[in-house]
C-alpha cells in the first residue's frame, strides 16, 4: 500500500514537472469553470503567481468585453467535449495582470478523472507570429506584380490587391475558387497536370519558360502574361506563390523594337550600298576634275592671268581635299560594322611602323620622336592602328610650325588601368574648346593653317568605344600663337569694317568678296575665320560688357559652322548684348536643316540664305533689313 502510495506521488510528480516544461501555459479548469491546475508558463505568459490563479474563475485572464458570454461557450463544450481549437476563425485575445491585452491560440481538450470531466486549455501567445503574418501581407501588397497563393487541389488561398486589379476580380469572389478561373478556357484543362508536377518537384522558377502564357480577365479579355514560381512551406502543408506580371507593354515595345530593327538593318544595308556609290562613282567625277585641271595648268596656265590661274588651282586643291573627305566619310562609316578580332597586339611594332611612316610624309623637318614603354594591349589590330595613326600622324601635322618638333610616345598608370599617349610641342588648341575635338567634321585651326577634315579624332574615339576603350585629350593652349591673335586684333582696331564677315572657308571667303565687288558694293570687309576671332573684334579681347564699342558694323554675315565657337554662339551674343543687338545679322551657310532655320531666326537672325551665295537672294534679304541696306549701297 505504501509503494502504491510512492508510486502515485511520483507520478503526479512527473506528470507536474511535465505540465511545467510545456512551451505553452497549460490551465485546467472544472465544469464551474474553477481554475485547478497550472503551469509555469502560465504564471510567466499572464503574470500572475500559481497561487492567485488556483480555485479563481478562468474569465479572469479574458478581456473584460468577453467574459460574460465566456460561460455559454464553455457550457457547450462540456456539453459536447472533443480536441478541438477554440474560436477556430476568430481572434482570440488574453488579458495579463497589468490589463495589457495579447492575442492567443487556444487548443481545447477534455480529461476525464476521479473528480470528474475537467478541459485542458494549451495557450499559446501569436503575438510575434501576427506581426509576422501582417508584414508578409504588407509585402504582398505593396508587390507591383499580382500575388496569388494555392494550395495541393488548385484553391487559391491568398491574392493581393494588384491581383484584384490586374484581373478584375475583388478579393472575395476570387479566395476558394480553382486557379484555373483566371486561364483562358483552352488552358484550363492541361493546367492540373502541370501544378501536380510543380507539387511533386517544388522550385523556384518561371512557369513555361520560352512559352506564350495568357491571362483572363473577368470581363474575358487575354492579355501575355509573365509567371514567377515558389513554393512555401506551412503548417497547412505546401502551397505555391505565382508572381504574375502583365507584360502587354512590354511586347508592344518588343514588337516596334523588332520593326526598328529591321529598319535600321534596312538603313546599314542603304549604308553600305552608299558607301559602294561614294567609293566608286563619287571618286570618278573628282579624279576627272582633278586630271583635266591639272591639264588646263599644265598647258594653258602661262598663258592664263594670274587671277584665273589662281581660281584654277583652288579648284585643283579643293578637289583633292574633297578626295580626302571622302576616303575618311568611307573609313569612318565603316567603324563599328566590320567583325573585331580582338587579342594581344604588340603595340610597339604598330607604333614603329606609323612613325616611319609619317617620317616618310615629313621629310626635310627636324622632328625628335621618343618612344617610351609601349606594352602589349589587347584589342583589335586594324582598329588599333588606325587609332594610333590618327594621333601619331596628328603630332606631325601640328608640330609643321615648329623649327624643332618634339612628339613623345608612350604608356603610364593611371587609376589601375593603362593608359597610352601622345605628346608633342605643336600648335595646342584652347582647353575651353576641348569638347568639340571628337565630334565630326569639327575643328579648331583653320583649314589654311593645318589641312584636314575634322573626321581623324572622331575615328580614333569610335575606333576605342567599339574596342570598350577610351580616348581622351590633354593638350594645353599655345600662349604664343594667343599673343599673336592678340595682337592682330590691336592692330586692327583703328580700322573698323562696315561689314563682318564671319567665314573660315577661304574659299567661301573669295566667294563672298567677289559678289560683293560683282554688286559695287564698296563696303569696308573685315574677316574673322571663327567664331572667337568675330566676337574679339566686336567687343574687344577682354570682351568688357561695360564698355562702348566704337564705330561697330552695320551688317554681321555670319556662318553657322565655324572652329572654336560656332555661329549659334555667335548670333547668341550678338544679340544678347544691347550694344550689338540691333546690328543685322544676315547667315550665310551650307545648311539647308530646318532645325538650323528655326534655331537662327529664335536667336535673332534678321535672314538665313544658303550657300553657295545666290546674290539676288542676298540682296532682297539685305533690302528686307531697311535703312541698313540705303547705308550699305551707298555708303
Known sequence: MTRRRRDGRRAGDLAVAALDAAPDAIVIVNQTGEIVLVNAQTERMFGYARAELLGEQIEMLLPPRYRERHPAHRD?????????????????????????????????SPLETEDGRLVSSAIRDITQRRKAEQKFKDLLEAAPDAIIIVDQAGDIVIVNTQTEK???????????????????????????????????????????????LYGQRKDGTEFPIEISLSPLETEAGTLVSSA??????????????????????????????????VSHDLRAPLRAIDGFSRILLKQYGPALAEEPREYLQLVRDNTVQMGHL????????????????????????????????????????????????????????????QVFANLIQNAFKYTRMRAEAVIEIGSCEIGGERVFFVRDNGAGFDMEYADKLFGVFQRLHRVEDFEGTGVGLRSCNASSSVMAAASGLKRPSTKARHSTLQRRFQSMSDQRAEILLVEDNPNDVKLTLNA??????????????????????????????????????????????????????????????????????????????????????????????????????????VRDIGKYWLVLNHS
Do not use: C
Open 326 to 385: 571622302v576616303d575618311d566619310l568611307l573609313r569612318f562609316s565603316r567603324l563599328g560594322r566590320q567583325p573585331l578580332s580582338k587579342q594581344q597586339v604588340a603595340t610597339g611594332t604598330i607604333i614603329e611602323q606609323v612613325v616611319r611612316d609619317a617620317r616618310q610624309q615629313a621629310k626635310g623637318r627636324s622632328i625628335s620622336v621618343s618612344v617610351g614603354e609601349t606594352p602589349t594591349a589587347w584589342g583589335d589590330p586594324p582598329l588599333l592602328k
Open 76 to 108: 457547450n463544450f462540456f456539453a459536447m467535449p472533443n480536441v478541438r481549437p477554440m474560436g477556430a476563425g476568430l481572434e482570440l485575445y488574453g488579458q495579463r495582470k497589468d490589463g495589457t491585452e495579447f492575442l492567443i491560440e487556444i487548443s481545447l
Open 516 to 621: 560683293f565687288a560683282t554688286a559695287n558694293l564698296a563696303n569696308s570687309v573685315h574677316v574673322a575665320r571663327d567664331g572667337v576671332e568675330a566676337l574679339e573684334y566686336l567687343f574687344g579681347a577682354e570682351q568688357n560688357s561695360g564698355q562702348k564699342i566704337p564705330n561697330p558694323p552695320k551688317l554681321v554675315l555670319l556662318d553657322l559652322k565655324l572652329p572654336r565657337l560656332d555661329g549659334h554662339e555667335v548670333l547668341k551674343r550678338i544679340k544678347g548684348d544691347p550694344r550689338t543687338s540691333g546690328i543685322p545679322v544676315v547667315v550665310l551657310t551650307s545648311s539647308s536643316e530646318e532645325r538650323d532655320v528655326m534655331r537662327t531666326y529664335q536667336n535673332g537672325a534678321n535672314s538665313y540664305i544658303v550657300k553657295p551665295v545666290d546674290f539676288e537672294q542676298f540682296t532682297e534679304s
Open 166 to 212: 490586374l484581373f478584375g476580380y475583388a478579393r472575395i469572389e476570387l479566395l476558394g475558387e480553382q486557379i484555373e478561373m483566371l486561364l483562358p478556357p483552352r488552358y484550363r484543362e492541361r493546367h492540373p497536370a502541370h501544378r501536380d508536377n510543380f507539387f511533386a518537384m517544388p522550385n523556384v522558377r518561371p512557369m513555361g519558360a520560352s512559352l506564350e
Open 244 to 277: 504574375i506580371r502583365d507584360i502587354t507593354g512590354r511586347r508592344r515595345y518588343e514588337s516596334v523594337l523588332q520593326e526598328k530593327n529591321i529598319q535600321l538593318q534596312a538603313a546599314v544595308n542603304e549604308l553600305d550600298a552608299f558607301s559602294y556609290s
